[in-house]
């Protein structure tokens, strides 16, 4: 078995164990656990940040883009000699994307010196945006909550609503968090929409040709 195959085994390996509870023929199931893509870049506590004027009031603020790969389900039968164990397989003619969007924001306070001496109190107001757009500036997927008060520190993940069709090239997230009277936190970051590396995984574990 060459390195190749072996990559494309241990792909379709993750997805169909991620998928194992909820297989069910013909239905649209979801890939949990799909990698995400984050801006800024970094670990969970890698955030944008800005202070108001007068340095006393800082907000953070985070997005994670969950491409949100989807595909439907075949009974395929079982292997040589025993073709009664038939079993789910998904199918790689039906993959899409549906994507998500995840917010993660901190509201800090300076109690004594600017920027210094910070706490994290209170009930806030917090406006997420986020629109995707495609290779022509076109808008494909647009999300905006306004979460009336939440804590200081949180995040939140909003559906997009809107599937994406593999292999329509690369796009563009733009997004933003706002808190009314300390500011506004923008970012962008791009996406490719290939699903090569699935439908390579899916078609080598289970023998067929894409």
Request: charged letters at 25%.
């Amino acid at each position: 078995m060459n390195r190749t195959r072996t990559l494309a085994l241990g792909l379709a390996a993750v997805a169909t164990a991620a998928l194992a509870p909820a297989l069910g023929q013909g239905a649209a199931t979801a890939a949990q656990g799909t990698a995400y893509l984050q801006d800024p870049a970094g670990d969970e506590k890698a955030m944008k940040k800005m202070w108001t004027k007068d340095d006393m009031h800082k907000l953070e603020g985070q997005l994670r883009f969950h491409p949100g790969v989807q595909y439907q389900t075949v009974t395929r039968p079982g292997p040589a000699g025993a073709p009664e164990w038939e079993r789910q397989a998904p199918d790689p003619k039906t993959l899409a994307w549906e994507p998500s969007y995840e917010f993660a924001w901190s509201v800090s306070d300076s109690t004594l010196v600017k920027k210094a001496l910070t706490t994290k109190d209170g009930k806030h107001p917090i406006v997420v945006h986020a629109v995707l757009r495609d290779g022509r500036r076109a808008k494909a997927g647009e999300v905006r909550r306004e979460l009336s008060g939440q804590p200081a520190t949180g995040r939140q993940k909003v559906a997009g609503g809107k599937r994406i069709a593999c292999d329509t090239g690369e796009y563009t997230v733009e997004w933003s968090l706002t808190r009314t009277g300390y500011g506004t936190l923008t970012g962008t970051l791009r996406w490719d929409s290939s699903c090569e590396q699935y439908r390579t995984a899916f078609s080598s574990e289970h023998g067929t040709q894409h």
